[in-house]
DNA sequence: TTTTTTAAAGCAAACGTTTTCATAAATAAT
DNA sequence: ATTATTTATGAAAACGTTTGCTTTAAAAAA
């Protein structure tokens, strides 16, 4: 295997100093058109590029962002990604995705590498709050899908409560009596805000209803659908996936969404609009907020003050076909 | 802010040299018992953690693995890497996505920063072959998806030929006379291979057939749906998310699936069991597929030998709702 | 004890850049 | 022409690690 070739080579190579190789590649400072052009060509034909990692050791910045959500097979946190990224990317960062399956440890472990990797910012989804940690690592984040009351930190999300509130007392208006309602895990900010919209709700209407302790999963929807054993006017269901699994449970049991029970989901992910029946739910601007929250760390990034942005989307109820007047 | 902590704070808390303070880090040779406590109750003080840019720029590999796709907020991709970078994880490797859609500019953009971040390895599906770029940047590859006949380039891919042959042959046998073929960009491999396929089916049973240029998208079903004049015994789709795409376009026409015409896909990403009519379709072991990409390129790594390693894959077909006898 | 062997720790170079500071070359002013 | 100013280049330090080599300390052998 050929040698590594590096700014020594092209130095030699054009007959110049590292120093002014170094000035053509970042135009740092002016250097003569005639010796551009030599180390230009020399980079060409040896076939040079940069080691970033050489030159983030010395500017002290990786111009990498890193990412942690709870799983990217999720697509409602693919989109989210693809947001964030697309944005960065035209700023010219790269990003490390990270996994955390929502487990805080894994989570934990997660941030230490992005450190050790030294990213110039997070962006964070997930269960843990992490404070200690980040004063420890003294990196900026960006929460994602959360609301942090500690103003040291920025954060994206919605409001999941107003949004659930909209979509029950839209149920409420039309006829809908008896409720069961599936949940996230209620360590999930946004889970535990639709909860406890919909248990407000259920006081002020005292309106009868069921309570199941589910995940933002198809598999947890399928399996709570079949717990279900009075069939209600309605499921409510903490997220879309959840929903279909609620809905193929219910396939499998004969019983026909929207005719003999509503089912509805949150969220509205690309594939509930061509679900079938087609999901009534609640939707979040996914990509939007993704690229908000890119927007944000990258303002933060640019501009050392102590600017924390904060930023709360608004959510749209969009009445499909899973629901219909009892 | 507090000064970064560096490997010689460590030392000079714990009164002893940085080697000894590397030493005790990596294990790398042995220390004694209480040193070593000095130097760990000194990193746990100080809250230190290495550098991982200036320690790569040492050894020289990152643990990085660079991942480049179309799309990750498409499914098939993001339950792809999940496999892959599952698998990296517990190899101790970091994963960095990147987007292409499908531009082979784009690509090679991605390549050269994947190049200068010093990546350890890369996984690639796209568009583009690249091969010069490979050549030149010098990092081992696996191509995703895509059979490479140069035997100097793994790959995992699956049969789609074969794939698309059987659901060929079972519409066939069920009495589909007449066809309507969307297919993928032809520049993709999978889409390539299946469109062959198809062709070659055509000639052999000599069929009734229509064929639409389409991509990998559900606009791209919705809108060649639409194009679809005369309805035929079946649309086969290259993808599923095309599928989608013309079971939507057909509802709005009130044209019912299975019942006036079948629809099937290809891939089988996981929401094509919830779909209504469940999709029809050839299933790839996707998960498996990015996980055995991930331990090919993991042995290539460790082990330095010249061994090229290929997995084939075959596909099934799973028959559910949106067909039918005809 | 003294010498030999082994184990533990330290020194300093190296990885590939950027950038400050100093110097050389070129231009402008006298 | 000489000096003053600007412009272009080079030398060398620094970023934070790891590791080969040397030295010191400890243990074993004489």
Do not use: W
């Not at 944005?87 to 960062?93: A, I, P, Q, T």
């Not at 209803?209 to 499921?235: A, C, F, M, Q, R």
């Not at 879309?240 to 219910?250: Q, T």
Request: net charge positive; proline share 3%; hydrophobic share 35%.
């Amino acid at each position: 295997m050929p040698d590594k070739i590096t700014i020594k080579d092209i130095a030699k190579e054009a007959g110049v100093s590292i120093s002014t190789v170094s000035r053509v590649i970042n135009g740092s400072s002016p250097v003569k058109k005639q010796t551009k052009e030599k180390v230009l060509k020399a980079i060409d034909k040896l076939n040079y590029y940069p080691d970033a990692l050489a030159r983030s050791l010395r500017v002290g910045y990786t111009d990498t962002i890193g990412i942690i959500i709870p799983n990217i097979a999720n697509p409602f946190f693919a989109t989210l990604v693809r947001g964030a990224e697309d944005y960065l990317r035209s700023k010219g960062y790269s990003v490390i995705i990270c996994n955390s399956d929502n487990a805080v440890d894994q989570e934990e472990k997660l941030f230490n590498i992005l450190a050790e990797k030294k990213v110039d910012g997070i962006l964070y989804s997930g269960i843990g709050d992490h404070i200690d940690k980040f004063n420890q690592i003294n990196i900026p984040i960006v929460f994602i899908d959360r609301v942090i009351k500690d103003n040291r930190f920025s954060y994206v999300s919605s409001n999941h409560y107003k949004g659930m509130e909209d979509l029950l007392n839209y149920l409420y208006s039309t006829n809908h009596k008896k409720y069961v309602f599936i949940s996230g895990k209620k360590e999930i900010f946004s889970a535990f805000e639709r909860l406890r919209a919909f248990e407000d709700f259920t006081k002020k209407y005292n309106v009868e209803y069921e309570l199941l302790e589910g995940e933002y999963t198809y598999k947890s929807g399928l399996i709570n659908g079949k717990k279900i054993k009075k069939i209600p006017d309605v499921v409510v269901c903490s997220n879309d996936l959840i929903a279909y699994g609620v809905v193929e449970s219910f396939k499998e049991r004969k019983i026909k969404v929207p005719e003999d029970v509503s089912v509805t989901g949150y969220d509205d992910i690309m594939f509930s609009k061509m679900f079938s029946p087609a999901l009534t739910t609640v939707s979040q601007p996914i990509y939007e907020m993704g690229k908000v929250a890119a927007e944000i760390i990258y303002r933060l990034l640019i501009k050392k003050d102590d600017y924390m942005p904060v930023k709360l989307f608004q959510n749209q109820l969009v009445v499909r076909e899973s629901t219909r007047r009892r």
